[in-house]
């Protein structure tokens, strides 16, 4: 009941203070909307995290964060749309957001190598299946090319009803050639198996899909939205398409799938590219940054011990 959670946050917000924490990150939504009026009466500076366009937000809700924002000091987002999101719809200034991409562990030099079989091209997603993943698009886009190039397979990754695009992909005439792996433990050996990389998502913050795409050095082709363009460069390191153009996604497929040296070249791009974005130090320090900046401000600058030691 929510004054039992009340009671529990006042708690939980006093047990912080007594244990000398001077800066609380919140990560998940419902925290972010109950936990920052408590922390900050204890004394506490708040940093929440958004990492998504808001697709879980009501109006009940917003009027509610509204309110709450008055009791944060930073909010971290994970791109820069994310962060123009969370302006326009909870009402922060733009000098309260900062933007962390998120970080990527791992020697681009090192990576293991792919293992692609050039007779038998593989055109993968990975996605749970949801509506705001909109995976019936991939579906349509690859069998609008499928019989140009008849040994190449679709490969869904991710858990979730797939019932209706396995009916959609006989529908449609590829009922054999789109396999569903359903829910992996790790899905890094499977991108590293594919071809071209698509996600066709109607909403992202940042994709961690195509981070892992790219780390693979794997072309991407992906709907235009949210972080989605902050990571792919378009014609550069794969391509964008509109939310629900298939016609563009399939033209985009038939590219790549008939253009070999083009799959490598925008695959190596993209590893580049990620690896410079995403590093996992910087977001690291960056994080440090924000957390000491904070505990310096509610000590003072002077006699204030920093919130993040370095070994």
């Not at 709450?68 to 994970?78: F, G, S």
């Not at 869904?156 to 789109?178: Q, Y």
């Amino acid at each position: 009941s929510a004054p039992s959670a009340w009671w529990r946050a006042r708690n939980l917000a006093r047990r912080l203070r007594r244990g000398g924490f001077r800066v609380a990150h919140l990560f998940f939504n419902d925290t972010s909307i109950l936990l920052p009026p408590f922390l900050r009466l204890s004394g506490i500076k708040v940093v929440i995290a958004r990492r998504d366009m808001g697709f879980w937000y009501t109006g009940g809700q917003l009027r509610v964060l509204r309110v709450v924002r008055r009791a944060v000091d930073r909010v971290v987002a994970n791109s820069r749309a994310v962060a123009r999101r969370v302006c326009e719809a909870e009402g922060y200034s733009p000098n309260r957001v900062v933007v962390h991409y998120n970080g990527l562990l791992g020697n681009p030099e090192e990576a293991p190598p792919r293992e692609v079989d050039p007779g038998h091209p593989v055109v993968g997603l990975v996605a749970n299946v949801r509506p705001v993943k909109r995976v019936q698009d991939a579906v349509r886009a690859f069998a609008l090319v499928a019989e140009r190039h008849p040994s190449a397979e679709l490969r869904i990754v991710g858990g979730g009803d797939t019932g209706p695009l396995a009916g959609l992909a006989g529908e449609l005439g590829v009922g054999d050639r789109v396999v569903f792996t359903g829910r992996v433990s790790d899905a890094t050996a499977e991108v590293h198996r594919f071809t071209v990389a698509m996600l066709t998502s109607e909403s992202e913050g940042l994709s961690n899909a195509i981070i892992e795409y790219m780390q693979a050095g794997v072309p991407v082709i992906c709907t235009d939205t949210g972080g989605n363009p902050e990571l792919v460069a378009d014609g550069e390191t794969g391509f964008l398409a509109p939310v629900g153009n298939v016609d563009t996604m399939a033209r985009r497929l038939g590219e790549l799938l008939e253009d070999a040296e083009l799959c490598r070249a925008m695959g190596e791009r993209g590893r580049t590219r990620i690896h410079q974005l995403c590093d996992h130090a910087q977001m690291v320090r960056a994080h440090e940054s924000l957390y000491n900046e904070l505990a310096s401000e509610k000590a003072g600058t002077e006699g204030g011990r920093p919130a993040v030691k370095r070994s």
